[in-house]
């Protein structure tokens, strides 16, 4: 490449790296001579590597280390990280020859309401260059699923808000594995008791509690050949709508309509719209989430399984 350097922002996590998947597409494909350089934590890398067209991932853990680890100054910085004004902040401190970013002079202002793929589509739109929310899906990952074929129970999320009980979660591992699926359990290192705890109380056997041994790449080749995903609103469930995988995803406190997953997928999307949407850093389950059932689990993989049968 003879340009010189774009870099994008987007020092999040896993989930928030798979909804700006459309926009950097977009991004590469406008400037196709330069180096697209990424700012995102660097546990990351094996999923920036799907997407494609990534010259190098620049490892940032959050905004924070983002003003403390310059790069040579780019030709374009684009703020796909938040609305400003400190990730704006950090962009400037690098002196960009050009500045794409929400709430800056002749720039597009921030709305509230969108869904998160075409809120950074629509940023790169205002600036004239065309984006397609569309363009999510991932190349599928060159190492073998862990657990081939599975039906994957992801019972972790980074706060209690988004955590469904552990009584509901066994409740329809016991229901599923009685159906004759393979179910494997699946969440961090942290989650390893609360999957443990799972299985206990669904009769699983300790090998089907996968969470804590899986990297990134062999967590991304599980969802990636899995039959089915249950899981709450977290980066796993993203992985889902970019694998095409069956999935059923539980949202409290955050909405389908945001977060959720794109129109005619096979995915389904649960919560309580009647409950209230308390804080999304609190330790408890939030009541959306708590407003979803295990009937109502069950009867959307009925839909989605029954068609395939």
């Known amino acids: 490449m003879t340009g010189g350097i774009v870099f994008v922002l987007r020092a999040l996590g896993l989930g928030d790296l798979l909804t700006a998947v459309p926009a950097l597409r977009a991004i590469r494909a406008?400037?196709?001579d330069d180096r697209l350089v990424l700012g995102t934590p660097d546990w990351l890398a094996p999923v920036a590597d799907l997407i494609g067209g990534i010259d190098r991932l620049w490892p940032l853990a959050d905004l924070a280390a983002a003003r403390s680890r310059p790069l040579p100054r780019p030709r374009v910085a684009v703020n796909l990280h938040g609305k400003g004004p400190q990730s704006t902040a950090a962009l400037r401190a690098l002196r960009p020859r050009r500045l794409l970013a929400y709430n800056v002079p002749h720039g597009p202002q921030w709305s509230d309401g969108f869904p998160e793929r075409e809120r950074w589509c629509a940023l790169l739109?205002?600036?004239?260059?065309?984006?397609d929310p569309a363009d999510f899906a991932l190349a599928r990952p060159a190492i073998a699923s862990p657990a081939p074929k599975a039906t994957v129970l992801h019972a972790g999320a980074k706060f209690g808000s988004r955590r469904w009980p552990v009584d509901r979660f066994a409740e329809v591992a016991r229901?599923?594995?009685?159906r004759g699926a393979d179910v494997v359990l699946t969440g961090t290192v942290h989650e390893r008791d609360r999957c443990q705890a799972i299985a206990d109380r669904a009769g699983l056997a300790p090998d089907r509690v996968l969470a804590g041994h899986l990297g990134l790449d062999a967590l991304a080749a599980l969802i990636a050949d899995a039959s089915l995903l249950v899981s709450a609103d977290t980066g796993v469930a993203h992985l889902s709508y970019a694998f095409g995988t069956p999935s059923v995803v539980l949202f409290g406190p955050s909405t389908p309509q945001q977060w959720g997953p794109p129109a005619g997928g096979p995915h389904v999307a649960l919560t309580d719209a009647t409950a209230p949407r308390g804080d999304p850093f609190s330790d408890e389950p939030d009541p959306a989430l708590l407003g979803v059932g295990v009937a109502d689990v069950l009867a959307a993989v009925d839909e989605l399984v029954a068609p395939q049968r």
Do not use: D, V
């Not at 739109?125 to 984006?131: D, H, L, Q, S, V």
């Not at 229901?175 to 009685?178: D, F, K, S, V």
């Open 175 to 178: 229901e599923l594995a009685a």
């Open 30 to 32: 406008a400037w196709p």
């Open 125 to 131: 739109r205002w600036y004239g260059i065309p984006a």
